[in-house]
């Protein structure tokens, strides 16, 4: 991961690790195929979130489901799964009532359904239908007002009444009779009955005019919620379609990406977008990466540095080796990463399905006591029980309450997204509002992870100076920690290969050159070995209150000599832990360095606690240590050395992560560059995204809660009650979609 590294003095040497970009030749270009994630199914009957919600309890015992991806503007689910478990997921759709077709490519960007299904209809072409329905309900309902009570005026109003009961309810009618067939009570069999019984009793304008708001408001309502959906989807767009790809003879095409492979080298020119991952082989400018990182100042770069999909080439023109195919760049994982997101289930999402599951019954129930016991508990007649039970089946419906949360938690999770945070699921959405505290590692996150040798000195009278370098620097170039780099980058290169080299994790390294077996590694190992001194003991006194880290080289006889590196925090790391402090929120650093050493960085970036001398599983220890004193906990690692401490903790963040799979898989959150201050906002956002959440609840049960008091006891109608109910449907999808703007605004 980029300049994140577990904070030990000398922890585990990864020499198997590649630390620069290998010199590779133009391949030719071939034809490389667009890798597809999971696939897509046209449901005809599907475009309303509770419709959603039934199919995802559908699927919820399917095994080998990784993720589901909703468009219900254009009724398209895709599923993200092993092939051996399409053929059961399609089952337990169909179990519930739904039909899901095969949706395959059909060009031009468009797709259709095996049985000639187009996926474009969308709200637009609705709209003529639509307002048809609606004129022809307006003219049912002046015609129940205005004309003569006569036979013919009276078939006139009920044919016009019919005719756009049929354009704007058809397909609600052929959900709510499928609905019927299998037993479920949800807004199409509610609106079927509901609708159906008013006609049925002589309130045929009204029933035309709520069929026709009904089917408007849904088409609405379906296209607010894709925004929310689509939130992020349109970074994708932000890399160009075409590049310009260096040929075998040095001559210069354009070629669509999807034709491009690894390896290939392309050349970006100022303005222009890099249209895939790569990294930098000629020329320097510097790159505006805010579509990946979140960074809103340009980042300078030149031979060696890597290069992001959809990233803005701002000044030079460089040349630049493809290190990923345009359907497996940083951006796309990124966005695949937010779709797996979305389609999780966030801890008060199930709550609202679990309510829903038994209010709409419950109130259908009561619904059908009315229109029974009305007339003779009441005093009231048949058509006014009737009646009150018809708009009671209206307000049953749960769509408000069920969409108030998925659109919050897609909302929120794409206002991270914009800003470089990765939440991998709604329930570390809504849990990070509870950390009371969080560990950081030292190296990369709190320091600038690229420590320097700033003093060295031999402290056996018998080696000379030239022999501990020496040796020094063939164990330090082995080794890829910061460290290591450091000691190795401060001393002079020899080239000696050493032999037998062994990690002694969390304490150094062990190999052999020149047919003697040398230690490098900190001040606990050298203890271990009883090769401590008072007078080597003062001298890392010294140095480790000044706040260096101090490696020591040793033989097996005595120690030759030591090696202090110094690192400094980052500019942003002060104000991160005044954000986090300001929170509620208690920053901890647990280091391998010495406790010294982690004294002095903490007090320098306003860190009160600091464990030093740790271990991994020292580190595991101190995380449950900290959710039993201080409650839920999250960390800072790498996501490999750090995996247990990861593992353990309420939420593990991986930090400086653009570009790293490993990252992406390991952590709950992802930082996709080195600033702390995201954790701060990602806990700001998630306090944000509770708020919404328990506002769009509450508006949704009050307003139910309000016309049900009506309807029973008041003079509320089918109007007011349609009106009652996809208003607030709108209404908590509004407030979700102000979450899209919470991060930028922060």
Not at 209 to 223: F, G, P, S, T
Not at 630 to 654: C, F, H, K, R, S
């Amino acid at each position: 991961m980029k300049n994140t590294h577990t904070d030990q003095d000398y922890a585990d040497a990864r020499s198997n690790d590649c630390c620069g970009a290998c010199s590779i030749e133009t391949a030719p270009i071939s034809r490389v195929p667009t890798a597809t994630r999971g696939r897509s199914f046209r449901i005809a009957t599907m475009d309303c979130a509770a419709e959603e919600s039934e199919i995802r309890r559908a699927l919820d015992g399917v095994p080998g489901i990784r993720g589901l991806r909703f468009q219900l503007g254009q009724r398209m689910l895709t599923v993200d799964a092993d092939e051996p478990s399409i053929a059961p997921a399609l089952e337990a759709i169909r179990k519930v009532g739904f039909d899901p077709q095969p949706v395959v490519a059909a060009g031009a960007g468009q797709v259709h359904s095996e049985e000639g299904g187009h996926d474009h209809e969308g709200v637009r072409g609705q709209l003529p239908k639509l307002a048809a329905a609606l004129i022809m309900a307006i003219a049912a309902e002046l015609i129940g007002y205005f004309a003569p009570e006569t036979a013919i005026w009276r078939a006139a109003g009920l044919a016009v009444a019919a005719v756009a009961i049929w354009l704007a309810g058809f397909d609600v009618y052929k959900k709510g009779l499928t609905a019927l067939r299998h037993g479920r009570l949800n807004i199409n069999a509610l609106m079927t009955v509901a609708v159906t019984g008013a006609f049925a009793i002589g309130q045929w304008p009204e029933a035309a005019m709520v069929m026709a708001l009904y089917a408007i408001a849904e088409a609405i309502e379906a296209r607010a919620v894709d925004r929310a959906r689509n939130a992020i989807k349109g970074l994708l767009e932000m890399a160009p379609e075409q590049a310009s790809v260096r040929q075998v003879d040095g001559s210069w095409t354009t070629l669509p990406v999807a034709e491009i492979a690894v390896s290939a080298v392309l050349r970006v020119k100022p303005g222009e977008r890099v249209p895939m991952d790569g990294v930098v082989r000629s020329g320097q400018t510097s790159i505006n990466q805010a579509p990946v990182t979140g960074e809103s100042i340009p980042v300078d770069k030149t031979a060696g540095d890597t290069v992001f999909a959809g990233t803005i080439n701002e000044s030079g023109t460089f040349e630049f080796e493809v290190t990923a195919l345009a359907s497996e760049s940083t951006l796309a994982r990124i966005i695949h990463a937010v779709e797996v997101a979305q389609s999780t289930r966030a801890p008060t999402q199930g709550f609202v399905d679990r309510f829903a599951a038994v209010y709409t019954p419950a109130i259908f129930v009561l619904a059908l006591a009315v229109a029974l016991l009305g007339p003779w508990l009441l005093d009231w007649t048949w058509m006014q029980a009737i009646y009150k039970a018809l708009v009671l089946l209206v307000i049953a419906c749960p769509c408000a309450l069920v969409i108030s949360t998925p659109v919050t938690i897609v909302s929120g999770l794409a206002a991270a997204a914009r800003r470089g945070i990765l939440i991998k699921g709604g329930i570390y959405l809504e849990e990070a509002r509870k950390l009371k505290a969080i560990a950081l590692d030292k190296t990369g996150t709190i320091t600038e992870g690229k420590p320097r040798l700033v003093d060295w000195a031999v402290v056996d009278s018998q080696t000379e100076s030239a022999d501990a370098e020496h040796v020094a620097v063939v164990l330090a170039s082995h080794s890829d920690h910061p460290v290591s780099r450091a000691i190795a980058a401060g001393l002079k290169p020899n080239g000696v290969e050493a032999k037998n080299f062994t990690a002694l994790a969390g304490r150094g390294a062990q190999a052999e050159v020149s047919g003697v077996s040398y230690v490098l590694g900190n001040h606990r190992l050298i203890e271990e070995r009883g090769q401590c001194s008072p007078a080597l003991e003062e001298r890392l006194k010294q140095h480790e209150e000044a706040g260096r880290t101090v490696t020591l080289l040793a033989s097996p006889e005595r120690v030759i000599a030591l090696f202090a590196v110094a690192d400094t925090i980052k500019p942003s790391s002060r104000e991160a832990v005044a954000s986090l402090q300001a929170l509620g929120i208690t920053p901890v650093m647990l280091t391998g360095d010495n406790q010294a050493t982690a004294t002095a960085v903490a007090h320098e970036a306003g860190i009160e606690q600091a464990r030093g001398n740790l271990l991994p599983e020292d580190k595991l220890e101190a995380i449950r240590a900290l959710q039993r004193d201080l409650g839920p906990t999250a960390m800072t690692g790498d996501g490999i050395n750090d995996a247990p401490a990861l593992a353990q903790a309420d939420i593990g963040v991986a930090m400086g992560a653009a570009g790293t799979d490993t990252a992406m898989e390991a952590a709950d959150v992802v930082v996709m560059n080195d600033d702390l201050r995201r954790i701060a906002e990602t806990v700001k956002l998630s306090r944000s995204t509770h708020a919404v959440l328990w506002q769009n609840i509450t508006l949704a049960l009050g307003i139910k809660a309000v016309f049900l008091v009506l309807a029973l006891f008041g003079g509320a109608t089918m109007w007011m009650a349609v009106f009652a109910d996809m208003g607030a449907s709108l209404l908590v999808v509004l407030n979700g979609l102000r979450l899209l703007g919470a991060v930028q605004k922060a």
